[in-house]
Nanobody, 124 residues
Framework: QARLVESGGGLVRPGGSLRLSCTAS????????IGWFRQAPGKEREGVSC????????YYADSVKGRFTISRDNAKNTVYLQMNSLKPEDTAVYYC?????????????????WGLGTQVTVSS
């Protein structure tokens, strides 16, 4: 069965960096739009970033623009989320999924099953 697995989370100090990975098994990522979401305790799940497989377009939530970069390595069947200048408010469980998107990050919607995610904690 097709699935996506997130990895790369951990504990980092404010201002630090992490790189998350989203690796596919059972299918190839090349032509799929892949999005990153996050959910903090007591808060709703929110879209963070997206990359389209068709034209390479990228999208970011306002809260992470200039700090996060999404990319893909099709040879490794993996999408990455490079997170720099991390803030405590970035603390959340991060998930990836195949998505649809229509122009803005607010329209991003996942389809298929959710994985377990990877925990990112930003604290001094």
């Amino acid at each position: 069965q097709a699935r996506l697995v997130e990895s790369g989370g951990g504990l980092v100090r404010p201002g630090g960096s992490l790189r998350l990975s989203c690796t596919a098994s059972g299918f190839t990522l090349d032509y799929y739009a892949i999005g990153w979401f996050r959910q903090a305790p007591g808060k709703e799940r929110e879209g963070v970033s997206c990359t389209k497989g068709s034209d390479g377009s990228t999208y970011y939530a306002d809260s992470v623009k200039g700090r996060f970069t999404i990319s893909r390595d099709n040879a490794k069947n993996t999408v990455y989320l490079q997170m720099n200048s991390l803030k405590p408010e970035d603390t959340a469980v991060y998930y990836c999924a195949t998505v649809t998107i229509s122009g803005t990050i607010a329209t991003m919607a996942a389809f298929g099953s959710w994985g377990l995610g990877t925990q990112v904690t930003v604290s001094s």
